[in-house]
Every structure is written in structure tokens, then in C-alpha cells.
Nanobody, 125 residues
Framework: QVQLVESGGGLVQAGGSLRLSCAAS????????MGWFRQAPGKEREFVSA????????YYTDSVKGRFTISRDNAKGTVYLQMNSLKPEDTAVYYC??????????????????WGQGTQVTVSS
């Protein structure tokens, strides 16, 4: 069992930045690839970014490439999502999740076995 707790969300103006954190406890954190998803009201949960267990590989959805950066610190059991140049369309609840699935399915929410409770990000125009 892995417990995930997100933090760092909030209200920010367009063009601003936030850094989300996801702290893991329980089973060995470094054994899991980690992903970030987001869900806006009335929309499906969508993939944002993922990182391999070692941190050597990162993946992003096209809409956040060049603006968001995912990273992890296995010693601290934490994964981060640095979000820059935020846009109103980035407004959503952001979730971190853990997976042991192959990278080709990381964009699918059902590939992840553990989820955090989410943190709200609101970007005002």
C-alpha cells in the first residue's frame, strides 16, 4: 500500500507559477513510476505528466510541454510538478498517482494503482 498526499495548490494569476508536491508513504516509493493528472469540472480526468522510477524519463501532454516540469526525490519519497506560465485552462484538481504499468499506458488513469486526494489549482485571467 502506498499513501499519496498532494500539496501546493492554490489561486494564482495567469502567467504565474505553482509547485505541486506529492508525498508518498508506505511501500517503497522508488519502485513506482509516478504520474500527475488533472480534472476540471464536468470533464474527464486527463493525463498531465509522468516520470520513471529513476527520474530519468519524463513525459508530458502537449498542452503543458515547455511550461510544466515533473521531478522526483526518491530519498524524500516525493514527486513534484513545477508549473510555470499558468493559463486559466490549467484550472483543475490535480492528482498524483503511482503505477507499475508499462510506459505506453501511462496516459490512462486505469494504469495507476494508488491515488492522492487531489489539490485544487485555480488560475485567474
Amino acid at each position: 500500500q502506498v499513501q499519496l498526499v498532494e500539496s501546493g495548490g492554490g489561486l494564482v494569476q495567469a502567467g504565474g507559477s505553482l509547485r505541486l508536491s506529492c508525498a508518498a508513504s508506505g511501500r517503497t516509493f522508488s519502485g513506482y513510476a509516478m504520474g500527475w493528472f488533472r480534472q476540471a469540472p464536468g470533464k474527464e480526468r486527463e493525463f498531465v505528466s509522468a516520470i520513471t522510477w529513476s527520474g530519468g524519463g519524463t513525459y508530458y501532454t502537449d498542452s503543458v510541454k515547455g511550461r510544466f516540469t515533473i521531478s522526483r526525490d526518491n530519498a524524500k519519497g516525493t514527486v513534484y510538478l513545477q508549473m510555470n506560465s499558468l493559463k486559466p485552462e490549467d484550472t483543475a484538481v490535480y492528482y498524483c498517482a503511482a503505477t507499475v504499468a508499462e510506459a505506453r499506458v501511462w496516459i490512462r488513469p486505469d494504469a495507476y494503482v494508488y491515488w492522492g486526494q487531489g489539490t485544487q489549482v485555480t488560475v485567474s485571467s
